[in-house]
Structure formats: C-alpha cells, structure tokens
C-alpha cells in the first residue's frame, strides 16, 4: 500500500502538490479560529471528577454562578506619593473602579487582519474593590476577564485593560500594579518576545545552513520548510476537527507544542528522503528522476511509517490517562503525526517527483563520486571496534542515568519569575497573606442536596484558622440558592507553591476531614488544591502510560523488523537513552541548580518524546544495516555501509530536531522540558544510533535478527548493490 500511495503520488506530482498547497494554506488560515474553539481554559477542568477540588469547582459554578473560563487579574491602587490612603482616596478608588467595570475592552487586531479568522476577546470585565492593606498602604481590586491566561487573544485585551488603568488612576494621583496568572503571562510574553523572535529566527537558520552545508542547494535547503509548513496547516486543521468530534478539550499550550513536534519530525522525513534520494541517483545516473523518486519513496517510506507509527502509539496511550490535559495532548499530537505521515507518503515524494535533478541545484555532487569523508572514517571505526565503542557509549549513558538516584518530583508552580506581575505580587504579600488574590476555597454542601445553616460551621471555620499556614479565614458565604456555603482560607504561601500544594492536600484537607459537620459534605478547592489533585493523577497516570508505550513501541518494532531479539535490543537502547537523560536533567537542576526537583511532568514527557521520537533514528539505521547485511560480503562490512550511509542524515536530522526542542527554552517554565529533550534527542541520534546500536550489530552479526536472520542475496543486489569484492565507495559528510 505505501508503495502504491508513492507511485502515485510520483506519477502526478502537480496534482499532488497542488491540492496540498490549497489544503494547507486553507486549513493553516482556519486554524486559529478552529483551535479557539476547542481549548479549555482552566487546569482544574482537566481533573476527573472523583478528585476533590474538581468537585469543588463544580459547586463553585452550580451554586455560585462562577464562570469556568474565568481569570482574576488582581489591581493594586496606592497613592503615588506612598502615603495611606484616606477615606476619600478609598472613595475615588471606588468611583475609578465602577467606571472600569462599565467599560468594554476592544481586543487589538494586526493591521488588514480578517476578522473571521482571530476569535475576538472583546469583553467587559467585572470589576470591583476586594480589600484594604491593614496598614493602608494600598488597596487592592479584583478585574474578572474571560479566556485562558496562554490565549494571545485574551493577553491583548489584559494589556488593553492595563493601560488604560493605568492611565485612568494616573489621573487620579494613583499608581497601579497588576498580578495573577494572566497578567504573570502576559508579562512573561513580553519579556521573553525577543527572545523567542530570534529563537525561531536561529532554528530557521539553522534548518537552512545545515541543509547548504550538506546538499549545496537551494531547493534542499528551502523545500523542507515550506513542506513542512503547509502540512502543518493542514495538521491543526485536522487535530481541531478530530477534537470537535470526540468531544475532546485541549490545553492552550498544545498547539504550540504540535508545531515544534511536527516541524521536527517533518524535516527529519523530508532528509530521509533527499539522503537516499542523492544516493540512488548517484548509483543510477540514467535512470529517469520520477521512476527515481517512487523508487526510493516507496523504500525509505517503510521504515518513516514504521517511525511515525511508533510516536502515534506511543502518544495514543495518553488516552488512557486520567489527567485530561494528557488524554487530550496525546490523540492530538497522533492526529498530526499521522497528517505528517500522509504528507511524507504523497506531497514530499511530489516533490522529489517534480523538480528532479533540480533538487540539487546548483551543486554538481550528482556528477562525481565523493571522496572519502568524516561518515566513512566514523563507520569504518564503529564496524572495526564494536566492543570498544559499545563500551564508550554505555558508560556515558550509564555515567548519566547514575543522576537520577535521589530524584525528586517538583510539583509547584510558583517561584520569582522577575516580571512586574511577580513584583507586584511581592508588594502585595508584605501586607496581607501570599493567597489574599487566590484564596482556597473550602465549599460544602448538605448530604441530602438541602439548604446548608451558616452556624453549624463556625467550628470548621475555627479550626481552619488554627492551621499553620493559613494566615487568615474569611467569613461564610452562602450561595444564593442556600444549599451550598464557602469559607476562603487565605494562606501564606503563594497559592501555585509547592508549599501552598503540601498544605491544602495535608493539614487542611485534614482539618475539614476532621470538623466538618454531620449531614454535610466539604470540598477543597483553588489553585493549591488543584495542583495538589495533578499531582496524585500524574503519578497515576505515569504508572499505567509508561508499559502500555513501551509494549506498543517494542509490537511496531516487531513487525517492522520481523525478529524477536533486535527489537529488545532497541528497547533496552532507547530506555538506557531516557535514563541517560533524565539523569543529566536531575544533575543540572535539582544538584547544580539547587531547584527543588525535577518538573512532574518531565518523566512522562521525556518518554514520549525522546523515546518515542528517538526510535526513529533507531529504526532508520536498524533497517539500513538489515539491508545492507542481504549483500554479499562480511557483516561489519554490512555495518560500516549503512552507518556510512545514514550517519549525514540521522547526524543533520538530530540535530534540527534538537534545535526545534531549543527553542521552548524561551517559553517560560520549560526551560527543563527544553533541556532534557534537547539532549535526549542529541544522545538518541548521535550516540545511541550512530554507535550503540550498529555496534551491537556489528557483534552480533546476522543473529540480530533471530529467528529470520537475513542471508546474502548473490547477483543482483539492487540499485545500489557493492561487489563483495571491493571496497565500497565512501561518501563524505558535507557532500
């Protein structure tokens, strides 16, 4: 089937180009608008519903009429001169207040930007006083807007509001500063705009030139972006539909993350292709470019299917978890894989197809033999010192894998981040506790769905406020039907903390276990209480992900590689690769750095990722070495053939993956997801494909692939078959 999906596309190469530009471009205009839709805006909403803050969030939007998609910019009011404020201060803030809360904030668009294809935040935000500093030094009011704090949208009206908050009270006499999660964003963004402009400018470079260096073209070097690119237009296309269909919620993050994986993949399929592309035309000089191209698009297209199966499962087993944000992202990010697959299978062999010999333009490499080079040399040492070069790469993965002993799990979310939101917030807490802009909620309810008495839990109350940690207890609110009633704790620690997430799920969930009245129910809600619940479901998660991927990546190995022992060995490759990893991420962060641990959601990330996106490198040069041992003449000879062969391409490839993982580290709060995949997919390409694998190979020879071991095919070999004879031709690394 793949090679009939190849020769046709080969055969009607305009047609197939064209129809997916129009696909592309159209769904890449569309796809904003379509993703808006589909996106959820609160982490809490992820949880399934037996967690306890998830049933707190339920009763906050049933019986409290709070919005879901809501987020509360907290505004600080002080006079400009730092004097207390005076009782007609207090008043003017008031006035000022009730002006903002008419006002309604026009989200900015580009200019010549349709309307029809950015989703409009527009809004006016509710807005009223919340408290007075003890002290008087400030008053603090709460702006309610709608939308996911990460929506761009949502961030243009938040700074449309700022500014003209700020100018308003500037007027007044006042200064003003602006906290919580979407003003934190926000200013994040800002901070780091640069930096992620010149982030992405450098990976695009980096694209390019390695592509120069290697082909010495100009089509090679430009294709696979703009392949790359249209088929990502049609992949958030597709991943929006799907999650239209099953219902399915995603984090606002998620596109974002689909785009590095699909820009990574992408290019990595594209010079699978034009590698094995140059070779053949080297070895068949007369035979036409198109029957050329469905030649090698139907070979090399096994093995890329086989690899983009293996991300597909590896991510598809998130749909088995509990934490919703994962059984979202992983069916999401399948769906794109496989439209990546489907343009790697038809639009890239097009290509191939369409501009022929040009492809290599101007560089004249099709006319000449290469000479000996660094891939040669490399193969060569790997194939004539197997032992001494497995032994290398194990002790430095294992030298690596040693960091992960005392890991720890770093579950908060909180910290300095530098940005005016941050500082304001440490103005804030000087005065009043860290939480009085988040508080948690402790909401109950009676047992029999009645109305709830407010005096029955004036002994809850007490109690919560003899827990240390918790700076102050609010009053009881009754929900306007009666039947629900919510106590908010203020605590002292920054609600996102990791200390604030030990408190709620500790001492006060206990404290509210132990006092709260007969006949009724209590639930713990908020932003501590939330993560808290993430953490329980990630560990859970992480426990049943990890071996439904694994069996699922080591079956696909299976019936791609037709042996029982070769895909152990790549398992065990690829695992000692995500210990290697993670290990160097433990020794960094949680040793060199002094954070308190490693993110929780690092493991189960890596392994998706670098696993699953590593085994790519795996099965390409595995695949190769099969091949090559189906020749006549030694196994190591087999071995040094394909690692010279396939090192230009796995090496180049890596490393623009790796360069498109680089760039999260500009996104703040992944700088640990950008790292360890940055190095694993470096150690799953250079180190683990390159050396590892072909020198176990090397070792054991044809048994490899026991049962089936491959023999010798005598006479004609193929295309590019090698005379047992002769030395074959090496092809150097930058040709």
Not at 439 to 449: I, K, L, Q, R
Not at 482 to 490: H, S, V
């Amino acid at each position: 089937m793949i090679r009939a999906l190849t020769r046709f596309s080969t055969r009607n190469a305009w047609k197939v180009i064209a129809l997916w530009a129009v696909l592309g471009m159209g769904l890449a205009m569309l796809s904003p608008m379509l993703i808006s839709r589909v996106t959820q805006s609160q982490s809490g909403d992820f949880l399934p519903a037996s967690y306890d803050s998830a049933a707190a969030l339920r009763i906050a939007e049933k019986n409290f009429g709070i919005d879901p998609d809501a987020t509360t910019v907290t505004v600080l009011v002080a006079r400009t001169d730092g004097k207390a404020l005076t009782p007609a201060d207090e008043k003017r803030i008031e006035a000022e207040a009730a002006k903002l809360a008419q006002r309604r904030v026009e989200m900015p668009r580009e200019k010549d930007q349709p309307a029809f294809l950015v989703p409009d935040r527009s809004q006016t935000p509710k807005v009223a006083p919340a408290v007075v500093a003890p002290d008087r030094s400030f008053e603090l009011l709460a702006a309610e807007l709608t939308g996911n704090a990460s929506d761009d949208g949502v961030q243009k009206v938040f700074r449309a509001f700022r500014d003209a908050t700020r100018a308003q009270f500037t007027e007044a006499g006042m200064r003003t500063g602006f906290t919580g999660g979407l003003a934190e964003a926000a200013d994040s963004a800002d901070d780091n705009r640069t930096a992620t402009t010149i982030g992405g400018a450098l990976v695009m470079g980096l694209i390019v030139l390695l592509n120069v260096l290697v082909f010495r073209s100009v089509l090679a070097a430009l294709l696979p972006l703009l392949a790359v690119a249209v088929i990502s237009g049609a992949a958030g296309g597709a991943v929006a539909g799907a999650a239209s269909l099953t219902g399915l919620k995603l984090d606002a993050s998620t596109p974002g993350l689909i785009s590095v994986v699909l820009l990574g993949i992408g290019i990595d399929y594209l010079l699978f292709l034009l590698f094995r592309f140059r070779e053949h035309l080297r070895a068949r000089p007369e035979q036409p470019a198109r029957e050329a191209a469905a030649e090698v698009a139907g070979r090399v297209g096994t093995a890329i299917t086989s690899a983009a199966l293996t991300i597909v499962a590896a991510f598809a087993t998130l749909g088995v978890a509990s934490f919703g944000q994962f059984r979202s992202l992983g069916p999401a990010i399948a769906v794109a894989v496989l439209v990546m697959l489907l343009g790697s299978l038809t639009l890239m062999p097009a290509l191939l197809a369409a501009c022929g010999r040009r492809m290599f333009w101007p560089s004249r490499s099709l006319r000449r033999q290469p000479r000996e080079g660094v891939a040669a040399r490399f193969g060569a040492l790997v194939a004539r010192r197997p032992a001494a070069m497995l032994f290398a790469s194990v002790a430095l993965l294992g030298a690596l894998a040693a960091g992960t002993v005392g890991i720890r799990m770093d579950y908060g979310q909180g910290g300095s981040s530098g940005t005016a939101a941050a500082a304001t917030a440490t103005e804030i807490s000087r005065a009043l506790p860290a939480g009085v802009s988040d508080p948690t909620g402790v909401y109950v309810t009676a047992a029999d769905g009645g109305a709830v008495a407010p005096g029955k839990l004036d002994g809850l109350s007490r109690a919560l406020g003899r827990v240390e940690g918790v700076g102050q207890v609010g009053g009881t609110v009754l929900s306007p039907d009666g039947r629900a009633a919510r106590i908010d704790l203020y605590l002292t620690a920054d609600p996102q903390s990791a200390k604030a997430r030990e408190l709620v799920s500790g001492p006060v969930r206990a404290a509210v276990a132990a006092n709260t009245p007969a006949g009724t129910n209590a639930h713990v809600g908020g932003t501590a209480a939330i993560f808290a619940d993430i953490s329980v479901a990630v560990d859970h998660d992480l426990a049943v992900v990890f071996p439904v991927a694994a069996a699922l990546i080591a079956l696909i190995l299976l019936l791609l590689l037709r042996s029982l022992l070769a895909p152990l060995v790549l398992m065990l490759a690829v695992g000692l690769g995500f210990a290697a990893t993670l290990g160097a991420a433990t020794l960094l962060f949680q040793h060199l750095l002094d954070k308190p641990g490693v993110s929780f959601t690092l493991p189960l990330v890596l392994f998706l990722f670098v696993v699953a996106l590593g085994t790519d490198y795996n099965i390409l040069i595995t695949d190769r070495i099969r091949e090559e041992m189906q020749r006549p003449g030694p196994v190591r000879g087999a071995v040094a053939r394909a690692v010279r062969h396939t090192t230009p391409a796995i090496a180049t490839a890596g490393l623009v993956l790796a360069g498109s993982f680089a760039t999260l580290a500009t996104t703040p709060g992944s700088e640990q997801v950008a790292f360890a995949m940055t190095l694993g997919i470096l150690l799953s390409a250079l180190v683990l494909s390159l050396v590892l694998v072909p020198a176990l190979a090397a070792l054991l020879g044809r048994g490899l692939w026991w049962p089936l071991r491959p023999t010798p095919r005598h006479g004609s070999a193929g295309a590019e078959a090698v005379a047992p004879d002769r030395e074959p031709v090496p092809e150097r690394l930058n040709v």
